[in-house]
């Protein structure tokens, strides 16, 4: 059994180690020299937060992983995909403004913003995988012409996956929109009627026309829908959800398979780092960000994507639940928070996929990362 490496930081800072110090200590011990040569091209995939939302990483942390990048004489730029739903990110010209917006201007991060998969998320280049779900994914261009790969994922909730973290950064965040697509197929979501009172909102909101309201109901047109999910978060009556037994396992799987198509043409060249910090329940692509469901964490980066989410996990899950959060059951220690938070997800299913493709490993040793003055 291979055991993975997984590197630790706490937030605590002091005026001889501040946390940003601690980040480029964190980076280095993890081995970002090895992944980076001189004159790479290097991809800093993070999420630019939706508008409104306030947990993603605070550009800051950006700014800093961008200079350490630069340090090893490398060329890096911040980079993400457009979203199936509809939003503030759905297209390259509002998704550079929202992330702006945000606070990931270039005077701030001091790098480049590219959106991967081109204007509308039509700029995919096919990778040959020949998978149980996906026989070729399409990978936003710009990721998959980049020399190296830096996942800076926002660790969270999630309703489709239980969490996200580097998996969902790298396999979902990395696709085109067509990559999308074809994760998100098979995923209808289907109405509770008389949960639905008629209200119409998931029928403006749904950017494919796909729902429609009959006799004072909602109802879903399969064949229109992609899948996105967005009207099972719109709903203010929670009318709307994923058919769970049938869908969730194998979006999950093809999520696994997707990480596996962006990372296959990256080996030894990717870094991966998840903030546990603001963990929200839900994805950085609401609009809003509801209350931390457990303190502030730390940051962990490793080369092996499995192992770091796996860890990412088990410390939220060693955690006591934070008071007054939407989280209202297994709120103790050891408890499964992301189980609380979405009772018919279970997120083991897109580690065990990723295990199985030979991404990486469940099995890890924790290391704290020692700063060095
Ligand atoms: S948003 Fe919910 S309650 Fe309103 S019409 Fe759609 S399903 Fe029904
Ligand atoms: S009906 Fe389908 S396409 Fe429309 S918002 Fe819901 S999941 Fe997305």
């Keep these: 059994m291979t055991v993975s490496r997984v590197y630790f ?19 280095e011990t993890a081995g970002l020299s090895d992944v980076i040569e001189p004159r790479n091209i290097v991809a ?29 004489e490398a060329k890096p730029f911040l980079t993400d995909t457009n979203t199936l739903y ?13 992330a702006v917006e945000n606070g990931f201007a270039y005077s701030v991060v001091n790098a480049p913003l590219i959106i991967a998969d081109g204007i509308r998320g039509g700029a995919f280049f096919p990778v040959g995988i020949d998978k ?3 026989k070729t ?32 950064n790298v ?11 074809e994760q ?6 289907k109405v509770k009627t008389k949960k639905c009172v008629g209200c119409g909102d998931c029928v403006d909101h749904c950017a494919h026309h796909a729902i429609a309201l009959k006799q004072e109901k909602a109802a879903i047109a399969s064949s229109r829908c992609v899948g996105c999910g967005e009207c099972i978060l719109i709903c203010p009556n929670g009318a709307i959800e994923v058919q769970w037994d049938r869908d969730i396992a194998a979006f999950q799987e093809k999520l696994a398979e997707y990480t596996f198509a962006v990372l296959k043409e990256k080996q030894g060249k990717a870094l991966f780092i998840n903030f546990l910090t603001g963990i929200s329940p839900a994805c950085d692509c609401c609009g809003h960000s509801d209350a931390p469901i457990v303190r502030d964490i730390g940051i962990v980066a490793s080369t092996d994507p499995v192992a770091i989410d796996q860890a990412s996990v088990d410390l939220v899950n060693q955690q006591r639940a934070a008071h007054g959060t939407s989280l209202k059951t297994s709120l103790g220690p050891g408890e499964d928070k992301f189980k609380g938070l979405y009772p018919k997800v279970d997120w083991r299913t897109q580690l065990m996929h990723a295990e199985r493709l ?12 020692e700063f060095r003055s």
């Design 132 to 134: 149980k779900w996906i």
């Design 9 to 27: 930081i706490d937030l605590r800072a002091s005026a001889k180690e501040n946390l940003p110090s601690k980040l480029s200590n964190l980076l």
């Design 171 to 181: 396999g979902m965040g990395c696709a085109s929109r067509k990559g999308k697509l």
């Design 184 to 189: 998100h197929s098979g995923l209808c979501p």
């Design 86 to 98: 509809a939003g503030t990110r759905s297209d390259s010209l509002s998704h550079l403004v929202t």
């Design 44 to 72: 800093i995939k993070l999420h630019f937060g939706e508008k409104g939302n306030t947990a993603f990483i605070r550009p800051v942390f950006l700014r800093r992983i961008v200079e350490q990048v630069k340090s090893l």
């Design 358 to 369: 030979g991404l990486g490993s469940r099995s890890y040793d924790l290391n704290i990362a």
């Design 137 to 168: 994914a399409f990978i936003g261009t710009d990721i998959a012409e980049a020399d190296a790969l830096i996942s800076v994922a926002h660790f969270k909730g999630h309703e489709l996956t239980g969490f996200g973290g580097t998996l969902k």
